[in-house]
C-alpha cells in the first residue's frame, strides 16, 4: 500500500490517499513551519509502506541460517533482530 499526501489548499490541512480514493484528512495546528509539517505528513503516509518493509526483512532475517558460534557482533546483531521484531509484534498489536 502507497499514501499520497497532497496539500488541501488551505494552510495546515492534507489529504493522504492511496491510489484510488483519500485515506485521510490531517490538520495541523499552525505551531509548526509548512516544511515541517510536510516532512511529517511524509513520515505518516510512508508508514504502510515502510511496515511491509520491515515486516518482510524481518522474515528474511528469522529465515537466514546462523552459524552456531556467534562473536560478538553477531550477538548483538542478533539482540538488535528479536528488538525489532517484538516491535513489530507491539506494532501489529495495534492494528
Known amino acids: 500500500m502507497t499514501w499520497k499526501v497532497t496539500?488541501?489548499?488551505d494552510a495546515n490541512f492534507?489529504?493522504?490517499s492511496d491510489k484510488t480514493r483519500w485515506?485521510?484528512?490531517i490538520q495541523f495546528n499552525g505551531e509548526l513551519t509548512t516544511e515541517k509539517q510536510e516532512k511529517l505528513i511524509k513520515v505518516i503516509a510512508?508508514?504502510?509502506?515502510?511496515?511491509?518493509?520491515l515486516e518482510e526483512l524481518?522474515?528474511?532475517i528469522?529465515?537466514?541460517?546462523?552459524?552456531?558460534?556467534f562473536d560478538k557482533e553477531d550477538s548483538e546483531f542478533c539482540d538488535l533482530v528479536e528488538k525489532a521484531k517484538?516491535?513489530?509484534i507491539k506494532i501489529k498489536k495495534r492494528e
Not at 510512508?46 to 518493509?53: I, K, L, N, R, V
Not at 528469522?62 to 558460534?69: A, G, I, L
Open 23 to 25: 485515506v485521510a484528512s
Open 58 to 60: 524481518l522474515h528474511q
Open 46 to 53: 510512508a508508514a504502510p509502506e515502510t511496515f511491509e518493509a
Open 7 to 9: 496539500p488541501q489548499g
Open 86 to 88: 517484538r516491535l513489530l
Open 14 to 16: 492534507y489529504f493522504v
Open 62 to 69: 528469522d529465515v537466514y541460517e546462523f552459524v552456531e558460534d
